[in-house]
DNA sequence: GCCGTTTTCGGCCCGACTGTTTTCAGTCG
């Protein structure tokens, strides 16, 4: 028997949550849960192992009682409240509670006081108009439930797009939007500002001299196929993609509050609105309140948002509570690598192989980026794939990189290039 | 359930929207 892994620790700790919510236990104390459950799987090491030597409450979110369930579930393989209330409900009624519009109380009404205990159950009383019969339920509920199971049988909810492909059209919109007369000051926020992996829609928010006029812009761009929501402070968009898009219309001077709003990430700012509880301020998309004056401060910048909290400014692909907000107070934020900061590329194929541009271009290309330096790794023919290079040829290609004359680039020949330890390289 | 340069008890992020209601609970981002 193996030491269950962080992410089954907390996949376990996840479930003990939902359990606790259908049994209608308080927020806080779910969230304690999901709080756990987070720290558990950012932790770098074993969390069972920490448990077992009493170690698991050094982990933020993690108490006494939360650590002695982690030693129960290492010693006996589960959690004894869990086993309890997984006999109280069947495993369709957290399935049903996922679903959008549906939610721990509503779900557990349904389960209570009509026996629906899965969401194939629910789907058929939705059909039946049955679901209206119970108080707080209308036909609107009926047709937002169905809709929701053929959504999630569709498997298109839940679809993200690849950062890569969100900021090409991302970047796209943002250009034709700041090319519309009426705006000011067009930019991105959402996952897709703070270069996500993986993004659901994109969020756009601008400054106009005329609001109307841009929302309306908006809707009519070429790249955008459908406009809905349309209103004064906004639309939501969809482009011929498919990826939607919120676009949100805002007062200049609270430019800064909104786009740090909607730049996120949901767990950066909740943590930083309760930081800020702490010091007497609440944050939110329009302004920070000051408790001791009354006062809502409105910011033009997020520099001033994070100010007002004693903090420097976070860059976007920071925030994501993984300590950011902490070191931002303590003045000790990271400098993040960026683009400006490589200096060569040390793999690239021509045309010699099954590149698509020449030694020459890709040197040209390489000096635009400010690169010091190329490697020219093609393949060679024991790779099975692209021409077949001889030896004779490998040792023609490697004179041709060496005598390729392009200014202000050091040419490399792959095959010659090693990596020291130091990083340095040896040719 | 966790946590504390406001607390070992009493808090725990903020606001909008929706459908169903006669003032709001539940849900969402």
Request: aromatic share 4%; glycine share 10%.
């Amino acid at each position: 028997m193996h030491d269950p892994t962080n992410a089954e620790v907390a996949a376990a700790l996840d479930e003990l949550g939902d359990l606790y919510e259908l049994d209608g236990a308080i927020i806080h104390r779910v969230v304690a849960y999901r709080n756990a459950a987070k720290a558990v799987r950012d932790a770098g090491v074993s969390v069972v192992a920490m448990a077992r030597e009493g170690r698991a409450t050094e982990l933020p979110g993690i108490g006494p009682t939360i650590q002695d369930k982690l030693v129960a579930l290492a010693d006996e393989g589960t959690i004894p409240a869990a086993v309890k209330l997984r006999a109280k409900f069947p495993p369709g009624l957290i399935e049903m509670m996922r679903l959008p519009g549906l939610g721990p109380k509503r779900a557990r009404r349904l389960f209570d006081e009509l026996g629906i205990d899965s969401v194939d159950a629910l789907g058929a009383a939705a059909e039946e108009q049955r679901l209206r019969l119970l108080k707080g339920f209308g036909p609107k509920a009926e047709e937002g439930i169905l809709a929701a199971i053929q959504a999630a049988r569709r498997e298109d909810h839940g679809q993200r797009t690849v950062l890569d492909r969100a900021l090409a059209v991302g970047e796209a919109l943002v250009d034709a939007l700041r090319a519309e007369p009426s705006a000011v000051r067009v930019e991105l926020a959402g996952s897709v500002r703070r270069m996500s992996d993986t993004v659901k829609d994109l969020d756009v928010i601008a400054t106009a001299t005329d609001p109307q006029a841009l929302i309306q812009a908006a809707g009519s761009l070429e790249m955008i196929g459908s406009a809905s929501a349309v209103s004064h402070s906004g639309a939501r968009l969809r482009t011929h993609t498919g990826l939607q898009v919120d676009l949100r219309i805002v007062a200049p001077d609270q430019f800064g509050n909104l786009l740090q709003h909607l730049t996120g990430s949901k767990e950066h700012n909740m943590a930083l609105r309760d930081l800020a509880v702490r010091k007497g301020l609440h944050i939110s998309e329009y302004g920070v309140l000051d408790d001791a004056t009354g006062q809502t401060h409105r910011c033009a910048t997020e520099e001033e948002v994070y100010g007002l909290l004693g903090m420097s400014y976070i860059e976007p692909e920071l925030r994501e509570n993984r300590g950011e907000l902490e070191a931002a107070l303590a003045g000790t934020l990271p400098d993040l690598v960026g683009l400006t900061d490589l200096k060569g590329d040390l793999h690239c194929h021509s045309t010699a192989s099954d590149g698509t541009a020449s030694i020459e271009q890709m040197a040209a290309a390489a000096r635009t980026a400010g690169y010091e330096y190329l490697a020219i790794t093609d393949h060679s023919a024991t790779m099975g794939f692209g021409s077949d290079v001889s030896p004779e040829e490998l040792r023609r290609q490697i004179d041709a990189i060496r005598s390729s004359e392009v200014d202000g680039i050091r040419l490399l020949a792959g095959s010659e290039v090693n990596i020291l330890p130091d990083g340095s390289l040896d040719y």
